[in-house]
Each structure stands twice: as C-alpha cells, then as structure tokens.
C-alpha cells in the first residue's frame, strides 16, 4: 500500500525546518505586496509590478535560512528593507517591505539572547521611520500630525508586539528545558536511590542469609556427632540473623523519614567491626585471616561503611564458592604514599564448595561492590588469581584524614 501524496508532503514539511520557512515566506510575500507596495493598483504596470516581485522575492528567500542563522538574516532583511524605503523615496517604485524584517526580527527574539534581540528591535527603527516618512508623503498637512501618530504607532506597536512574542517563546523553552533537565535528573536520583537500595538490601539480606544457609548446612552434617557444634552454629545463625533484622528496620526507618544518607551510614557498620565479620566467616568453614599495613586513620563514614561492605561480600563469596576449608585473607593497606585506603579480600580457591552455592547466588554482589566503590571516588577490580582463588580489592580515598591526622 503506498502513502498518499498528502500524507508525503505532510512529513516533508514537518521533518525539514527549510521547507517550512519557505512556505512562511511564500505566505508573507503576497500580503507584503498587496498591503505595503502599489502591486495591485491598477495604474502599475507590468514592468513596475515585475521589478516590485523581483525585489521582494530578493528579500524573502533568505527567510529559507532564518533558523540556521537568524542574526545574518535579519542584517540581510534589514538592508533589503532599509533599500527599498531609499528606491521608494527616489521613486523607482512604492514599496515599503515589512512582513520578513518582522518575521527576521521574530526569529533573533526567540533564538538569540536578550541583548542582541533588543538590538535588533531598536535598529528596525530606521526602515520603519522611512516607512512613515513614505506613509505620510501625500497626507494633507492639516492632517499630518494625526497621521503621523497613527502610523508610527502601528508600526512602533506591531514591531514591539513582534519582539515581544518571540521573547515569550524563547523563555518558554527555556522554562520547557529547565523542567526537562529537572525532570531528567529527578529520574536519576530515583534510579541512584533505587539502585542504593537495592545495594543494601543485597548486603543486608543475601549476605546475612548465605552464611546462615553455610551455617545451617554445616550443622546437619555433624548433627548427631558433634551436638555441641551445633548448637554453636545456631547461636550463630540466631545471632546472623538479629544483626539483619536490626539493620533492616535501620534501613527502613531511614527511608520512611526522608532521613540523610550520612545518618544512615553513621550507625552502620565500618572497619572497626571486622572482626564479628570474620568470627562469622569462621564459623561459616573458612581459615579467614586480617593482615593490616601502616597506621590506621579515621574514615569518612561512607567510606567505612564501603570498605566494610566490600569485605563482607568477598568473604560471603568466598564462602558460597571456593567452600568451607578456603584460605582467606583480608589485607588492609594505609599506603601514605597516594592517600588512599588499599582493602583486599582473596582466597586460594581449595575450599570445599557447597552445593547451593549457585542457588545462593544473586548475581548482584561484585557489581553492587563496583557501584559503591565508584560513588566514593575509588577504584575496583576483581578477578581470579593464578593459584586457582579469587580476589576482590579497591583502593579507597582517604587523603583528607591523613591531612587532619598531620595536622593534629
């Protein structure tokens, strides 16, 4: 089925911005003419009227280019103005061109700053005065000051009320594109704040869960040997699981009271509380270990809560997929060297892999971790090493506190 020839031209003049202006010159010529020239007086002849088309089409072609370059096109319209009130007053012909100087002059006011469109509304000033000047030129002069008013007051208003209109439009895209940008950024707090959720829900939930189903498995199989370990490990499945709910309701107390981000993270947990952290992943079946390198400094809280997360997830993982029985170490560098805060988490991958560890999985952990690290202004990489494990480190800003503790 093919599209009707209507229908062709329609998308043609929508999608071409040059066709557009083209008609709108096309649309304004002919009034120009029959309005402010003597075209139409019956007394004009074929010459005069060919001479009269031919200067004003002259004019109105260069509307064609209004929007791709406004200010040139108004000098252009001025000019072509400007000469044909000069040939109307050495009597080449009667032609006064007013409709393109009013649609250039349109176009700088809703393209173009403030200051040059008021430029261009005080230098049309001069093609309108002649205008008036040629208006008024057989008007009785009993009659001239009246007339004089008149028509400067015409042309004055329409000239203004012009300018004034493609100001208005002008601000009302700019107030359109403000509430585009405000719209678009509010978007991208949501998502920011949907994904930060989403972060923590993770480390709170899938963290907390995890070591309790590596802890619950681990007691079945020493259920009837061992009822002393298991009673140990639900104590810590009990207690895994206090730890989560306390921060869930933290967490969700924050978000229902608009509360700051830094007050959330203020009663959160850091560094300072690695070693329940570890304990845990004891418990959980790995031979997990802290090694710490220079002098400790005060963190920023989002920070410590960062480096704290990022060390929770790695030994969770570790205990998902390198399995009970896995070497793991938690390096923590206070390199003075670039002010940064090096952590790092890797395992020698000779655990005993539970089954469920895929089932533990939620695919979110490495990539909630890159996000965090990000946000903080630090750097993240993760991979397998040589040996067959696995290793999870950032470096983390902390030049600040070092200044503050030089400082002190």
Request: aromatic share 6%; glycine share 8%.
């Amino acid at each position: 089925m093919t599209a009707r020839p209507g229908a062709a031209l329609g998308r043609l003049y929508r999608a071409a911005p040059a066709v557009q202006d083209s008609v709108l010159a096309v649309a304004l010529s002919l009034p120009d003419l029959f309005l402010f020239s003597d075209f139409a007086l019956p007394n004009v002849g074929l010459a005069d009227r060919l001479f009269t088309v031919g200067y004003a089409v002259l004019g109105y072609a260069a509307l064609a280019a209004r929007r791709r370059a406004p200010r040139a096109v108004f000098g252009y319209l001025w000019a072509h103005a400007l000469g044909g009130e000069l040939l109307t007053a050495a009597g080449v012909f009667d032609y006064s061109p007013t409709l393109a100087l009013l649609a250039a002059l349109y176009t700088v006011a809703a393209l173009r700053s403030a200051r040059l469109s008021a430029l261009a509304l005080a230098s049309v000033t001069v093609p309108v005065a002649l205008s008036v000047r040629a208006a008024l030129a057989d008007v009785p002069a009993a009659e001239r000051l009246t007339s004089l008013i008149g028509v400067a007051c015409f042309y004055g208003m329409l000239n203004l009320e012009v300018w004034a209109v493609g100001r208005g439009v002008r601000a009302g895209r700019a107030a359109a594109a403000r509430d585009r940008l405000a719209l678009a950024r509010a978007q991208d707090a949501t998502l920011a704040e949907r994904a930060r959720t989403a972060r923590e829900l993770h480390d709170i939930v899938a963290n907390a869960v995890t070591v309790m189903v590596l802890q619950a498995g681990g007691a079945r199989h020493v259920l009837r040997a061992d009822p002393d370990r298991v009673e140990h490990a639900l104590d810590q499945i009990e207690s895994s699981g206090k730890t989560a709910v306390a921060e869930l309701r933290h967490m969700l107390l924050v978000l229902r009271t608009d509360g700051e981000r830094l007050a959330a993270e203020g009663s959160s947990f850091g560094l300072a509380d690695l070693d329940p952290l570890l304990n845990g992943a004891r418990q959980a079946g790995l031979r997990a270990r802290l090694e710490v390198t220079g002098a400790p400094a005060v963190l920023a809280r989002s920070v410590d809560l960062t480096a704290y997360r990022l060390v929770q997830e790695a030994l969770t993982n570790a205990a998902k997929h390198a399995g009970p029985g896995a070497a793991t170490v938690v390096r923590l560098d206070w390199s003075r060297a670039d002010g940064r805060l090096r952590v790092e988490v890797a395992d020698d991958g000779r655990g005993t892999p539970t089954a469920a560890r895929s089932e533990l999985s939620t695919g979110h952990g490495l990539i909630g971790l890159r996000e965090r690290v990000a946000v903080c202004g630090g750097t993240f990489d993760a991979g397998p090493t040589r040996e067959g494990g696995f290793r999870v480190a950032a470096a983390l800003p902390a030049e600040e506190h070092f200044r503050q503790e030089a400082a002190s």
